[in-house]
């Protein structure tokens, strides 16, 4: 698979996250994906189905607002991704409430590519920035609550 095709791939699954579409999401997805948001209490989850639960509780919880991409490198069938997440927590974020704030927070994403779609999504988050940011006080934050 080529660079082209893997960008598009990884940043169709994005603008879907953006989006608020959790059908989108897993979109370009293979049918056995494994899908791995590292320090999630369930783990690895395996299959689009399993995918679509992780998103539609996802996208209650927090609002992508942006992911800014900082690095990629690429090999045959993989690509490695830093972006920084950028919005809001309405809902819960490893397992702090948000109240709505805005944060920001670097992710690393290991892409797994087979037969034209995503076969493996390995997120990797910088959870003690996020969880820094929501447990700040107001003031130091800048932000609501």
């Known amino acids: 698979m080529n660079r082209e095709d893997m960008d598009r791939l990884i940043e169709a699954h994005l603008s879907a996250e953006t989006a608020g579409d959790t059908t989108g999401c897993v979109a370009m997805y293979t049918e056995d994906v494994e899908h791995d948001v590292v320090g999630t209490p369930h783990g690895p989850l395996h299959g689009k189905q399993a995918a679509q639960g992780f998103y539609d509780q996802f996208v209650r919880d927090i609002a992508t607002e942006k992911m800014t991409p900082l690095r990629r490198y690429y090999g045959n069938d993989f690509c490695v991704t830093e972006h920084e997440w950028t919005g809001t927590v309405p809902g819960v974020l490893f397992g702090v409430e948000g109240h709505g704030r805005r944060i920001s927070f670097r992710v ?38």
């Open 108 to 145: 690393l994403h290991v892409w797994e590519f087979r037969d034209g779609l995503i076969s493996r999504e390995n997120a990797w988050v910088d959870v003690g920035a996020a969880v820094h940011q929501l447990t700040m006080p107001p003031a130091a934050t800048g932000t609501r609550r």
